[in-house]
C-alpha cells in the first residue's frame, strides 16, 4: 500500500527555516517523480517543485520560491526534502508531497512573528 508522510512543519518567524520531510511507502523514489504543493489559506493549491525519479529537481517558476527552497532526497531512507529558508508570511499555509494518484495529509507551515 501506498502512502506518503509528511512532517516537520510548525511555527516560525519570518526569515527562519524550517525542513519538511516526505517519506514514502510501497513504493521506491527511483521509480517516481515526487512534487511538493502548498495551499494558502482561501487558496487553491500551488505547486512549488519536484524532485525526479532520477534526482533532478523542478522549482516553480516564481519569485516566491526560487533561491530560497530546495528539494532534496534520501533514497536510503525513501524520504523528500523541503528545506525553506528565509521564510515569509505569504509562505503560510499547508504543505504536501504528491506523486500520481497519492497526497499526503500534509502538514501545516506558520510564518508568524
Known amino acids: 500500500q501506498v502512502q506518503l508522510m509528511e512532517s516537520g512543519g510548525g511555527f516560525v518567524q519570518p526569515g527562519g527555516s524550517l525542513r519538511l520531510s516526505c517519506v514514502i511507502s510501497?513504493?521506491?523514489?527511483?521509480?517516481?517523480?515526487v512534487d511538493w504543493f502548498r495551499r494558502a489559506p482561501g487558496e487553491q493549491r500551488e505547486w512549488i517543485a519536484q524532485?525526479?525519479?532520477?534526482?533532478?529537481?523542478?522549482?516553480a517558476d516564481s519569485d516566491s520560491v526560487q533561491g530560497r527552497f530546495t528539494v532534496s532526497r534520501d533514497v536510503a531512507k525513501n524520504t523528500v526534502y523541503l528545506q525553506m529558508d528565509s521564510l515569509q508570511f505569504a509562505d503560510t499555509g499547508v504543505y504536501y508531497c504528491?506523486?500520481?494518484?497519492?497526497w499526503g495529509q500534509g502538514t501545516q507551515v506558520t510564518v508568524s512573528s
Open positions: 504528491y506523486f500520481p494518484r497519492y
Open positions: 524532485i525526479s525519479r532520477s534526482g533532478s529537481t523542478l522549482y
Open positions: 510501497g513504493t521506491n523514489l527511483t521509480r517516481v517523480d
